[in-house]
């Protein structure tokens, strides 16, 4: 199956401040999701991104907070800009995975604390 | 919107079967997963299946789906401490294009 190598694995930040999050695959993916599990919470997904497009935001999540980049089709960065204690979460990415025939895989996550 | 709803907490003797339940409201999901989340790592899916189904079986793994009644359940046979885990059922109209939606969790302690 598809393997992620997501990082930092975690991370402790000062409020304001922003954190670059890395998802790199070792197969090509066409889609790469980035979810967000609150603590004690399940996953909400953040956004969907494409190679070579915008990536499309869900509802609530907005590219300012959480700029995206896709730039091929193994990699993508996610930003958490100007936090605050209310981004404390773990991050994950994920993609399709062919595979395993209609699996997801999940990268490991980044546990980021804002202080 | 599509919801998705689990029981929070289960807890079973060590070497019973644990039966984890989900139900989903979108009759239009297609692909139903379940996925362990152990303390601290990420999301491995366990199984999933298709909405065509009605049971899937993999090893110590039994998965039913009750389609009329969007109940989705999940047996593990002979639960063993390394079971211990939090339990996701999760949902999609489509693979590949489509986020999944996933249920509350279902936090399963295994007592010795």
């Known amino acids: 199956s598809a393997v992620i190598s997501q990082k930092p694995s975690r991370d402790i930040c000062q409020r304001g401040t922003s954190l670059t999050i890395q998802c790199q695959v070792d197969?090509?993916?066409?889609?790469m999701f980035w979810y967000r599990q609150q603590p004690g919470q399940s996953l909400t997904l953040i956004a969907t991104a494409n190679q070579g497009s915008e990536a499309t935001y869900e509802s609530g999540f907005v590219i300012d907070k959480f700029p995206i980049s896709r730039p091929n089709l193994t990699f993508s960065t996610l930003t958490v800009s100007n936090m605050s204690p209310e981004d404390s979460s773990i991050y994950l990415c994920s993609v399709e995975d062919r595979d395993r025939n209609y699996g997801y895989t999940f990268g490991s996550g980044t546990r980021l604390t804002v202080v | 919107g599509e919801d998705v709803e689990q029981s929070l907490f289960l807890s079973v003797r060590e070497g019973d079967s644990s039966v984890i339940n989900c139900t989903y409201t979108d009759s239009s999901s297609t692909y139903l997963y379940w996925y362990k989340q152990e303390p601290g790592a990420g999301l491995q899916l366990l199984t999933y299946?298709?909405?065509?189904?009605d049971m899937k079986q993999d090893q110590r793994l039994t998965v039913l789906l009750n389609k009329k009644d969007k109940h989705l359940s999940l047996r593990i046979a002979d639960t063993q401490t390394g079971d211990s885990a939090i339990y996701f059922c999760a949902e999609s109209i489509d693979f590949g294009n489509e986020k999944l939606t996933f249920g509350t969790g279902t936090r399963l302690t295994i007592i010795p």
């Open positions: 197969s090509q993916v066409t889609m």
């Open positions: 299946i298709f909405s065509n189904m």
